[in-house]
């Protein structure tokens, strides 16, 4: 009897030890579960070292789940542990050379602490086995931009866009560079405008500049020359794009002319511009222009690129006495290649201070505050490298005297070579 009921207790203690180990197997968390969790942590709670223990004991069931890896590498970017992030960037690498996500992120990690060469040797170790990768692709140009070595940064860029015209970044980047590889540039613009009614001789006007690049950002010297009214009359600028920090930088603009009527006499600007997550851009800033009186003019602009696409919507706002009268400007551009390959669509109503050829009517009859619209077609090719050639047409219906209207027709050429 004893040993019968010896034989129960221990099958009873054998089932409640079964019992017990299959609840811990039923908790115990998959791989993609502590992956899952790890993510939650360190991207809802900012929790990363939770999230770096589960990472480790996810790779301690699935030591060849490489994205497991790369993620662990990233968790010791984020958190500064810059020499465990490439030893976990680099175990993945050493199971499949070349794999797109630890290079990219590997690349990342060297070129964010300043050590741009080795960045490029991830890099182009991963392009190598991923010769597509946009991302891969994106930050080489980066990394080559940073090393200096522009040519390569932009054919980089340009094989890119290549293949997906719509990639923004690719675009814009290329601006960048050109921007920061040509020192120097020189141009020159003609202007033709023909009115219907309102003058009976055509206005011809005419401009030369040099533009520098400099440490601070781009600096500019224009003269204008402008035959108005059957009279001459020239106009000296000076144009500066300083650089503030990565996310702003300023347009500060000078001018000064000997004769009232043909440009204003002084002119001035200013607008801060902020580079905005989603590609997005915006500015604010005033014009100042000078005549016999002087006219205060503020501008909002706010812009946004969409795959071969950018859209810019800007107002100008000029208080009076009794009121504020305003123009309105859209702008699009559809980029056919790089960044200086594109062909652009301009309509608006009123009259803006940034335009030399008509900004001059601010001084007549108050023009301004009367009823106008326009309309404005561009096209703007980059050839041989540094050669740029623009070419501009527009139809202006203007009401020059009240319910007076007149047409404005304008045709412009103009070069740019970059050195």
């Known amino acids: 009897m004893l040993k019968i009921h010896f034989e129960k207790y221990i099958i009873a203690l054998v089932f409640m030890m079964g019992c017990y180990h299959s609840g811990m197997s039923q908790t115990e968390l998959t791989t993609d579960e502590l992956y899952t969790a790890a993510r939650v942590k360190a991207f809802d709670d900012d929790n990363y070292p939770e999230a770096i223990a589960l990472m480790k004991k996810a790779l301690a069931k699935s030591p060849d789940y490489l994205e497991l890896g790369v993620f662990l590498g990233r968790l010791y970017t984020f958190t500064d542990s810059i020499s465990k ?24 990690l060297e070129y964010w602490n300043s050590n741009s060469e080795q960045a490029l040797i991830v890099v182009n170790n991963g392009i190598a086995e991923h010769p597509k990768s946009k991302s891969l692709g994106i930050l080489k140009a980066k990394i080559l931009k940073d090393l200096e070595r522009y040519d390569e940064a932009r054919a980089t860029l340009d094989a890119l866009l290549k293949d997906d015209p719509k990639l923004t970044e690719a675009r814009s980047m290329i601006s960048s560079i050109n921007t920061a590889s040509a020192k120097n540039d020189v141009g020159a613009s003609y202007e033709f405008v023909y009115f219907d009614k309102r003058f009976d001789d055509p206005w011809h006007l005419a401009s030369i500049d040099y533009g520098r690049q400099t440490k601070f950002g781009s600096v500019a010297a224009r003269v204008n020359y402008a035959n108005r009214f059957k009279t001459d ?120 201070p940034d335009d030399n050829t008509n900004s001059v009517l601010f001084d007549r009859d108050n023009i301004y505050k009367l009823k106008s619209s326009n309309i404005a077609l561009g096209y703007r090719k980059l050839f041989w490298e540094t050669n740029v050639l623009l070419f501009s047409a527009s139809l202006e219906n203007q009401e020059y005297a009240r319910d007076t209207r007149g047409n404005q027709v304008s045709l412009s050429l103009g070069y740019i070579k970059r050195f």
């Open 85 to 108: 992030a490439r030893i976990s960037f680099e175990e993945v690498l050493m199971k499949e050379p070349g794999h797109e996500e630890a290079s990219f992120a590997y690349g990342n």
């Open 233 to 352: 009359g020239a106009q000296f600028e000076i144009d500066a794009y300083p650089r503030i920090s990565n996310l702003f930088y300023a347009y500060v603009s000078g001018g000064i002319s000997s004769k009232d009527g043909i440009f204003p006499h002084y002119r001035a600007g200013f607008s801060l511009y902020a580079n905005l997550p989603k590609s997005f851009e915006a500015d604010a800033g005033f014009r100042f222009l000078s005549f016999d009186e002087s006219t205060w003019i503020y501008t909002l602009a706010i812009g946004k690129y969409y795959k071969n696409y950018w859209f810019n919507l800007r107002t100008y706002l000029t208080p009076s006495v009794s009121s504020v009268s305003h123009s309105y400007a859209l702008t699009v551009r559809y980029y056919l290649g790089g960044a200086d390959d594109f062909l652009s669509l301009k309509i608006g109503t009123g009259i803006s």
